[in-house]
């Protein structure tokens, strides 16, 4: 078994804690597109729906797209705003840290014990890897639900300019 006394676990738990969050802004960038493409998706099958006492079948048809769409968003809300619960009396957590005066938390944070602060890194770490979880799990079934609509959409959009009126 390897010797522990030369190990420094703070450097490495800090190492750990940055890997984690370096996975947040991937997913957040990923969240923007596929927001991104659901709204314009909805905008275009907005710009070919007739007036309303013109509605055809496939306006009505268009509501599949729509309802698909509207479940990609909801599951972009859960990934974009996950729960932050947790971290209760943690000096590394931002709410946590937040709820206290400056002096209380540069008061704690100089008097904790040996060992304190790396355990309060590692449980950031676990808490911060939950919260990358739900968040990649919430994105890709938005992408599911996206992905679900697209033929629908296509059908309805082709549906909708055959029916259009020219002039």
């Known amino acids: ?6 190990v420094n676990f703070e450097s490495i ?13 991937r997913v957040d960038s990923m ?7 659901d709204l314009t998706m909805l905008g275009v099958l907005a710009a070919h729906l007739p007036r309303i006492p013109a509605l055809s ?31 209760a009396h943690s ?8 709820a206290r005066t400056e002096a209380t938390f540069v008061h704690h944070f100089l008097h904790q014990k040996t060992g ?3 355990r309060d890194v590692l449980g950031q770490i676990w808490r911060n890897s939950q919260i ?5 799990d919430s994105l890709k079934s938005a992408f599911l639900w996206l ?9 309805a959009i082709a549906g909708l300019e055959a029916m259009a009126p020219r002039t």
């Open 57 to 87: 079948p496939w306006a009505l048809l268009a509501l599949v797209p729509v309802a698909l769409i509207s479940v990609s968003l909801v599951r972009l809300y859960r990934a974009a705003f996950p729960r932050l619960d947790g971290g």
């Open 116 to 118: 304190d602060y790396t």
């Open 132 to 136: 990358l979880s739900l968040k990649y």
């Open 13 to 25: 738990a800090l190492e750990q804690l940055n890997l984690v969050l370096g996975f947040f802004p």
């Open 147 to 155: 992905a679900w609509a697209v033929f629908p959409w296509a059908m």
């Open 31 to 37: 969240i923007v597109v596929i927001l991104g493409i």
């Open 91 to 98: 000096l590394v957590y931002f709410r946590e840290v937040a």
């Open 1 to 6: 078994m390897a010797d522990k006394s030369n």
